[in-house]
């Protein structure tokens, strides 16, 4: 999950029949961040979520969670097997729980 639930947004414009042009059009927010924003690739300004939100006739926060903390994704990677990838990913886990 994200500040911006991208895919609730986009599901809400599908079920009103709104293409991402009409929506850019009757908002004026950039045909691009509509296409970004509801493929989740990029965030947006409150103003530009203000304005989908609106012209949907949708709650702000329906999509929008203000105080959701950004996760931070760690990645270990080795092509070799037997490496120690799975005890290595465990013991981050267990040290960060902890």
């Given at each position: 999950?994200?500040?911006?639930?991208?895919?609730?947004?986009?599901?809400?414009?599908?079920?009103?029949?709104?293409?991402?042009?009409?929506?850019?059009?009757?908002?004026?927010?950039?045909l691009s961040t509509i296409k970004q924003i509801e493929t989740?690739?990029?965030?947006?300004?409150?103003?530009?979520?203000?304005?989908?939100?609106?012209?949907?006739?949708?709650?702000?926060?329906?999509?929008?969670?203000?105080?959701?903390?950004?996760?931070?994704?760690?990645?270990?990677?080795?092509?070799?097997?037997?490496?120690?990838?799975?005890?290595?990913?465990?013991?981050?886990?267990?040290?960060?729980?902890?």
């Open positions: 999950m994200v500040k911006l639930d991208y895919a609730r947004l986009k599901n809400i414009r599908l079920e009103q029949d709104i293409t991402q042009k009409e929506l850019a059009t009757a908002t004026g927010v950039n989740g690739r990029s965030a947006t300004d409150l103003e530009n979520i203000e304005k989908l939100c609106a012209y949907l006739e949708v709650d702000i926060n329906e999509i929008y969670h203000p105080d959701f903390h950004d996760t931070k994704v760690l990645c270990m990677l080795n092509n070799k097997g037997g490496c120690g990838k799975t005890s290595l990913c465990s013991g981050i886990a267990t040290s960060m729980a902890e």
